[in-house]
């Protein structure tokens, strides 16, 4: 066990915050919100921490790369209240959900791969309006459900430039043809990545002028990179919550 805590010296907020970077202000919160257990009180009022709480609050700021501030802090609570059994719960939530970002940046590679230059007699023009629709045109509703998403963000996308469908000149309805439908996919995608649409429309525009997923290829490496940090900050976090679990409780039977 650790030095200090086999010391059971008293600690007063001032000491975590600094060794944290914290404000004093932050750590009460963090008490108040069940983050770290209850603060001992001196005869005057005065919170006193001792070193379990020192193994608290870096166990909770090391889990909040990993899970987030809002994960991170439920984690604390309920091993504080020893429902460990939620707090496995809400570990597993969030690697799970990091396994289906890895799924959805593999489909937007996949995606990307697929992508073809539209040739001049595929794009639509005004004189071809009439045409019959083509098996792979979609109307907005089709196309909607198809990717799991309502129409009206279909509607936002083709007002922020993601999609450009045409409208059929009798009804006035959308219709996304193939090259719009994989515009679709791929802004569907990209949005499921986390990406604003701010960064996907220029992201799109380049890969049509391009032909191909090169102007990509910086975003999907960057995307990589922080998967890959937050794989490490999912481990880091559980190292830290298990030496406050372990050291903690050894501490608190003592």
Do not use: C
């Not at 802090?73 to 707090?87: F, G, K």
């Not at 019959?132 to 979609?138: C, E, G, K, M, T």
């Amino acid at each position: 066990m650790d030095r200090n805590l086999q010391s059971g010296r008293r600690l007063r907020p001032v000491d975590l915050a600094r060794g944290h970077g914290l404000s004093t202000q932050a750590v009460r919160n963090y008490e108040e919100a069940g983050i770290l257990p209850p603060a001992g009180r001196t005869p005057h009022g005065y919170r006193t921490y001792t070193p379990v709480h020192a193994l608290a609050l870096r166990a909770f700021l090391a889990l909040v790369p990993g899970h987030g501030h809002g994960t991170a802090a439920s984690i604390m609570r309920a091993v504080n209240q020893d429902a460990t059994e939620e707090a496995f719960r809400l570990i597993d939530e969030s690697h799970a959900q990091l396994l289906d970002d890895r799924a959805t940046l593999r489909a937007v590679e996949s995606a990307l791969r697929d992508l073809k230059p539209l040739a001049a007699s595929e794009a639509p023009a005004a004189a071809d309006s009439f045409v019959r629709l083509a098996a792979s045109d979609r109307f907005i509703g089709s196309l909607a459900r198809q990717l799991g998403i309502r129409p009206a963000t279909l509607r936002k996308w083709e007002r922020a430039g993601l999609v450009s469908p045409r409208r059929d000149p009798q009804t006035g309805y959308r219709v996304y043809d193939e090259a719009a439908v994989r515009d679709a996919r791929l802004a569907h995608q990209l949005r499921r990545g986390g990406y604003p649409l701010e960064r996907i429309a220029p992201l799109i525009a380049h890969v049509r002028e391009a032909g191909g997923p090169e102007p990509l290829e910086a975003t999907l490496r960057d995307w990589h990179a922080r998967l890959s940090a937050r794989g490490r900050a999912l481990l880091t976090g559980a190292a830290a919550l298990e030496t406050y679990v372990r050291d903690g409780r050894e501490q608190q039977l003592a």
